[in-house]
């Protein structure tokens, strides 16, 4: 696959950008990065994108596929090489799409929640209530991976991809306010599914370092 036939447009912050990059070198696609205005967005973004307005933005043969969970499975259908990313099953897709909708609609949302809460017990509050979430993963993890490493199975999945891309933003909150949300002795399998998501070949080199979205949330911290 030519380069200048799949165009990728974001920022390398973006764990919904990360989905995206993780699908593509999934299936060995290779592609243009362009980088996106942050504070001013550009004209290709709002051209591309006119409803939602936001990134991640996907050309392929010029044409612009929006919002990361569409592009996941545009990029399944698209390109039938390399390893599958929803399941085979229709079943075991309607699953994954569940759980996939469950984390960006409900558990995610949370993290912005923890970090516009203001004083201790708020932010213990919010924190309560993500815990409750990840019981909730931990327990749809146990069932869909059937004993394996993955969501996916013996591999990385649609779950996978769509939950890992935001532990990086996850472990900012662990590093500045040294609280735990994955908590091993609470979410043990969701736990260790996290190391060895961030550990994966297929991921390791996409998902923003902890360290790098720590300096991005100070500055935002500033400026709040």
Same mark, same amino acid.
């Given at each position: 696959? =030519? ?7 974001? @920022? ?10 993780? =699908? ?36 392929? #043969? ?12 545009? &990029? #399944? ?17 309607? &699953?994954?799409?569940?759980?996939? !909708? ?8 949370? @993290? !912005? ?26 327990? =749809? ?12 199975? #013996?591999? &990385? ?36 599914? =996290? ?20 300096? &991005? ?8």
């Amino acid at each position: 696959m =030519a380069t200048n036939c799949v165009k990728l447009l974001g @920022v390398w912050a973006s764990p919904y950008v990360n989905r995206v990059e993780i =699908a593509l070198k999934m299936k060995s696609i290779e592609y243009e990065f362009i980088q996106e205005h942050v504070l001013n967005k550009s004209e290709l973004l709002l051209k591309s994108n006119p409803v939602y307005k936001k990134i991640p933005v996907l050309f392929h #043969d010029e044409k612009p596929i929006c919002e990361s969970l569409v592009i996941l499975q545009y &990029i #399944d259908e698209a390109w039938l090489n390399g390893p599958s990313i929803l399941p085979s099953v229709p079943y075991d897709r309607a &699953i994954a799409r569940f759980w996939a !909708a469950y984390i960006d609609e409900k558990w995610y949302p949370l @993290v !912005a929640e923890y970090r516009n809460a203001e004083g201790k017990e708020a932010k213990a509050a919010v924190v309560e209530k993500m815990s409750e979430g990840n019981l909730l993963l931990e327990e =749809a993890f146990m069932k869909i991976s059937k004993g394996k490493s993955y969501f996916g199975g #013996d591999s &990385i999945g649609y779950v996978d991809i769509v939950l890992g891309s935001l532990l990086g933003w996850v472990k900012v909150i662990e590093i500045m306010d040294e609280r735990k949300i994955l908590d091993e002795t609470k979410t043990p399998s969701l736990a260790e599914w =996290a190391e060895r998501f961030c550990s994966d070949n297929v991921v390791k080199d996409i998902i923003p370092q902890p360290e790098k979205l720590v300096g &991005i949330y100070r500055k935002y911290l500033e400026v709040k």
